[in-house]
Structures are given as structure tokens and as C-alpha cells.
């Protein structure tokens, strides 16, 4: 096998994509848009929730309260109700997702060292929602209460209360705590794992159909040179529109490359060859191209999208699907994407996942080659 011999296949290739604007575009201008769409779309940053208080106090102390829980960006004060009857109208239009109901006589408990009880009521019908803004209120309650305790030891003849314990948060690789910075990486690899099986399987079969991949067999190339030839074209092109998506993550989302560029190189041709050699698979099952299509569709976007790691944890899942994960070429490109992008690490964290992805394109390559020689032979 020789860079000679497989030039007319790969400049044929390159003529075929040249006079194809459809799959130039999927190649090229898709997976830039496709991110562009997602990054924006999926973002679990859950901030400026519509909030409803009822304060039935109405006294400087409650009105000190409400100025603690809409100051910061995490609550929008949408309504002052004056009754707890009124809530309910609003949760089921979905004008608010929480609501505080400020007790009577608030203030005269806390000047008597009495406890009052401040009822919080929430929209369950997003689970994710309702629970991250418990949170928030949760941990903006607990800082007015010690607040309150700081003062009151100080008025008890303390020159300077402190607490017992305290606590420094400090946030590595993502301080902002911004959910793009987890989900680019990710759709990276579920836009460059359709495409490039797409593609692939659909150029293959597309040979098949037009008669011409039995004339290509009776050129000096065998079956492996020839597929080789064709997949090259796209392997380059696909590498380009990897590059196009890292450029879009960093103008619209700030995500820089932290770590070595050469090895995110290699774990972005291993990951293509996946997507390759699993393309060269779907293209020895399909007889057409609207079967290959919807092959690459069930194969890829399920798949990566739900067991990779890429939206869902994989730790959650139930023992049988985590086993399933394990033969997801995503999973393991992800573990090295966001180590080199995110993290900046070094090869020593995840040399296990770039020996998954060699062995994954080699064995299914090989079989796929087997099928392929087998199906033309018929």
C-alpha cells in the first residue's frame, strides 16, 4: 500500500465532495451550527427564577429578607402578594417558580429570640429546577440566619464574633461554574460522531447503489486500499470541521485549549477513526442510502447523546446500561477532550482511553472490511 497508489482514489473522493455541496455542508458548515444551536439551547445554568413573596409582616426585618433573596442574580422578585391563596393561580400559569411566605409577627420573634418559621413553596414540575433553586434560597437563608446570630453576639458583649469554621471555596478548571464549559467538549464529539458515520456510510452505499464500487475492485487496489482511499478525504475534512467547532467554542463561549495541542490532535483522529470505521460498518448492513441514513441516525445520536457521559452522568445509570457504556467511543473521547481542554492534563490521565479508541477502530475497521469484501463478493 502506497500514498501513490491511493491518490486517484482519494482525489476521485475529493471531486465527488467538491460537486456534492450537501455533504461539503455536513462536513463543514453543520457541526459549527449544530454547536452554535446546542450551546446556546442546553444550558443548566438555572438563574433569575421568577419568585412570588408573601409578606405577611410587612416590616422592616421581612422587607430586609426580601432585599437578601432577590439581590443577587438567582432570583427575580415577580410578585408581592398579600395573601397565601393567591400563589396558587400563579404556580399553575407558571408565572413563577417559588414563592416565600413571610409569617406574621416575624420581626417582634426575632427581636424575642424566637425562631420564626418562613414557608417556601416551589414548582416540582422541572425536578431540576425546583431543586437547584431550593438550594439557592436554602443557602441564602442559612447566611441571613448567621448573620443574625453574629449580631446578636455581638450586642451580647462580644467585641467580634466569629464562626467556628471557615470555610474557602475555591472552584478549579471552570471557577465560574458555567455549564458550557461542560457541554461544548460534549458537543463536540455528539456533532462529529453523526457526521462522520453519516457521511461515511453514505458515500460507501452510494457506490454501492450507482454500480461504480464493483468497478473500483477491479482497479489494482484491493478492498481496503480502496476504502482507505475514500475515507481519507473525509477523515481530513472531518478534522477541519473539528478545528471549525473549537474555533466557534472559543470566540462564542471563551473555552481555550488548556493543554497540548498535538495530543488533542491524536485524540481527535482517534475518535474519527471510530466514527470511520463504524460508518464502514453501517455501510456493509445497508443496501440503501435511506437505510444507511437511518442506521448512522439510531447508531450515533442515541447513543452518544445518552451514554457517553455527555449530558447524563454515567454513574447514575443502572448497572446494565453503565456496562453498555463501555463500547461508546464517546465516553472515552470526552474523558480526554475535557482532560486536555478543560483540565490541562497530560497524557497520564487518560492514556486508558486513547488505547480504547485504537483497539475500538481497529476491530471494528477489520470486521467491517470482512463484511464489505463478503457483501460485494455476492
Given at each position: 500500500m502506497s500514498l501513490k497508489r491511493l491518490r486517484p482514489v482519494i482525489r476521485k473522493e475529493f471531486i465527488q465532495i467538491r460537486r456534492d455541496p450537501i455533504s461539503?455542508?455536513?462536513?463543514?458548515?453543520?457541526?459549527?451550527?449544530?454547536?452554535?444551536?446546542?450551546?446556546?439551547?442546553?444550558?443548566?445554568?438555572?438563574?433569575?427564577?421568577?419568585?412570588?413573596?408573601?409578606?405577611?409582616?410587612?416590616?422592616?426585618?421581612?422587607?430586609?429578607l426580601v432585599r437578601h433573596l432577590t439581590s443577587g442574580e438567582y432570583f427575580d422578585l415577580k410578585y408581592q402578594l398579600d395573601s397565601i391563596s393567591e400563589i396558587d393561580p400563579f404556580f399553575d400559569t407558571e408565572k413563577i417558580k417559588l414563592a416565600v411566605v413571610i409569617p406574621r409577627n416575624f420581626a417582634r420573634d426575632l427581636a424575642s429570640g424566637r425562631s420564626p418559621a418562613i414557608q417556601i413553596l416551589a414548582d416540582g414540575t422541572n425536578s431540576t429546577t425546583a431543586l437547584t433553586g431550593l438550594g439557592y434560597l436554602s443557602n441564602i437563608m442559612l447566611q441571613y440566619s448567621?448573620?443574625?446570630?453574629l449580631e446578636l453576639l455581638e450586642r451580647s458583649g462580644l467585641?467580634?464574633?466569629?464562626?467556628?469554621v471557615d470555610s474557602r471555596i475555591r472552584v478549579w478548571y471552570n471557577p465560574e461554574l458555567k455549564s458550557s464549559r461542560f457541554l461544548v467538549p460534549g458537543l463536540m464529539a455528539f456533532v462529529l460522531m453523526i457526521i462522520i458515520v453519516l457521511a461515511t456510510a453514505l458515500s460507501i452505499v452510494r457506490e454501492k447503489e450507482k454500480g461504480t464500487m464493483n468497478q473500483l475492485l477491479l482497479s489494482p487496489l484491493g478492498p481496503a486500499e480502496m476504502i482507505i482511499g475514500k475515507i481519507i478525504p473525509y477523515l481530513l475534512l472531518s478534522l477541519l470541521g473539528a478545528h471549525l467547532v473549537l474555533l466557534a467554542g472559543r470566540v462564542l463561549f471563551g473555552i481555550?485549549?488548556?493543554?497540548?495541542?498535538?495530543?488533542?490532535?491524536?485524540?481527535?483522529?482517534?475518535f474519527l477513526f471510530c466514527g470511520l470505521s463504524q460508518g464502514i460498518l453501517v455501510s456493509t448492513v445497508a443496501a440503501s442510502q435511506q437505510v444507511a441514513f437511518l442506521l448512522a441516525g439510531l447508531t450515533t445520536l442515541l447513543p452518544t447523546f445518552i451514554l457517553s457521559g455527555f449530558v447524563f452522568p454515567i454513574r447514575n445509570m443502572p448497572v446494565v446500561v453503565q456496562a453498555i457504556t463501555y463500547i461508546i467511543p464517546a465516553r472515552y473521547f470526552l474523558v480526554g477532550l475535557r482532560a486536555i481542554i478543560l483540565k490541562g492534563a497530560g497524557l497520564a490521565a487518560y492514556y486508558r482511553e486513547i488505547i480504547f479508541l485504537v483497539v475500538y477502530g481497529l476491530a471494528v475497521t477489520g470486521f467491517s472490511l470482512i463484511r464489505l469484501r463478503k457483501s460485494l463478493e455476492k
Open positions: 461539503l455542508t455536513l462536513l463543514l458548515v453543520l457541526p459549527t451550527f449544530i454547536l452554535i444551536m446546542f450551546g446556546y439551547a442546553l444550558n443548566f445554568d438555572v438563574k433569575h427564577l421568577s419568585l412570588a413573596v408573601v409578606d405577611l409582616d410587612r416590616s422592616q426585618a421581612s422587607r430586609e448567621m448573620g443574625l446570630n467585641k467580634k464574633a466569629l464562626m467556628p481555550a485549549i488548556k493543554g497540548s495541542y498535538p495530543l488533542l490532535l491524536l485524540v481527535m483522529v482517534l
